[in-house]
């Protein structure tokens, strides 16, 4: 996958066709803001090019961000028991491809259409549409969750059931703003806290003990 997402291409496209239009019909100082436009989903939409330190102990950031919420989960339905649940918020200015924490198969996948309240909502996770797979291996089990928000009206998926991923390889994204869920068992070690700045696929969100 290159620099700019395939997803981002026929925005980029678009907003350039338009300023053309509008250059070419209209005014070239009214075809300023489409250009101005283009510009931003092509940053909005960039995958960076990022060298991944995989361990197998740790659990890394599915997506760049501010952790905006630590809290125990009593129940999760592809753990099977109690976990910890760590929230990432992505503003309009992260990148937003989301990562793999571990590496493993997907043995779990569950899409829910819902609501598209303001990400930053404590309840979004249950209100809002959202994707969830369960991600499993040897060692460990865990969920990550994509909810869309007010301006993510839009999740995308590239892997599906019995998939297999590496630890930090690109699985999807969510269009514009929005944020992330994972729960890992409660015996693993929580290594960020809230307000935190993370990034997808080198910060450690979690070290199995």
């Given amino acids: 996958m290159g620099i700019i997402v395939g997803e981002g291409y026929r925005f980029i496209g678009a907003a350039l066709l338009l300023a053309l239009v509008f250059w070419l019909f209209v ?7 489409p250009l101005i ?12 090019v990022r060298s ?3 361990n197998s102990s740790h659990i890394l950031s599915p997506a760049d961000g501010t952790v905006q919420e630590i809290s125990r989960v009593e129940y999760d339905e592809f753990l099977k028991g109690a976990g910890n649940k760590i929230t990432v ?3 309009v200015f992260n990148v937003h491809v989301n990562r793999s924490p571990i590496t493993g198969e997907i043995k779990y ?4 259409c819902g609501r598209f309240r303001p990400a930053y909502k404590d309840s979004v996770g249950f209100e809002n549409e959202h994707h969830l797979i369960g991600i499993e291996n040897d060692k460990i089990r865990i969920t990550v969750t994509q909810i869309a928000g007010i301006l993510a009206r839009r999740i995308v998926s590239w892997v ?15 269009r ?34």
């Fill in 27 to 33: 005014s070239p100082y009214i075809a300023v803001v």
């Fill in 37 to 48: 436009l283009s510009l931003y989903f092509a940053y909005f939409f960039r995958n960076p």
């Fill in 52 to 54: 991944i330190e995989q």
């Fill in 89 to 91: 918020f992505m503003s």
């Fill in 109 to 112: 996948q569950k899409y829910v």
């Fill in 160 to 174: 599906t059931l019995s998939d297999n991923l590496e630890q930090g390889e690109l699985y999807g994204m969510i």
């Fill in 176 to 209: 514009f703003g929005s944020c992330l869920e994972i729960v890992m068992p409660e015996d693993v070690e929580v290594m960020v806290n809230k307000g935190e700045k993370v990034i997808g696929g080198k910060t450690i969100l979690g070290r199995i003990k």
